[in-house]
């Protein structure tokens, strides 16, 4: 894991995500000079918590609560805060769902850590 994950006098963090091949060929152009945002969303419905990881790039201008990692290649990357810790254990991007569509899902190296994250952020 990274000493500091995110640095106060610049507002960013020095993790860097791994990227699948067959992705890191197409996400400059996928981009298209747009940042790419990993983000999360959680619903509890019946006291059980679902949730996930969400990739996607962004035109408008983010709020402060989405930190600059390293970026891949010419691509910006940002993450919601809270993520930092998940993201810095090891965290890989990845084509996914059908081909002819531009879904990434990111995977994380200890996945068990995003149900205890959801245990703690039940919400958003």
Do not use: K, N, Q
């Not at 060929?25 to 940042?35: D, F, I, S, T, V």
């Not at 709020?63 to 965290?91: K, Q």
Request: hydrophobic fraction near 45%.
């Amino acid at each position: 894991m990274h000493g500091a994950i995110v640095d106060p006098v610049v507002g960013t963090s020095p993790i860097e995500l791994g990227v699948d091949a067959d992705l890191h060929a197409r996400l400059a152009a996928w981009a298209a000079g747009r940042p790419l945002v990993i983000d999360w969303f959680a619903s509890r419905r019946c006291s059980v918590t679902v949730g996930d990881l969400t990739v996607r790039f962004v035109d408008d201008d983010l709020e402060p609560r989405y930190i600059e990692l390293l970026p891949i290649g010419p691509v910006r990357v940002l993450a919601e805060r809270s993520l930092l810790p998940l993201l810095a254990e090891g965290a890989s991007l990845r084509r996914a769902g059908p081909p002819f569509l531009h879904h990434i899902g990111v995977g994380l190296a200890y996945p068990e850590h995003w149900i205890d994250f959801l245990d703690c952020h039940p919400y958003r």
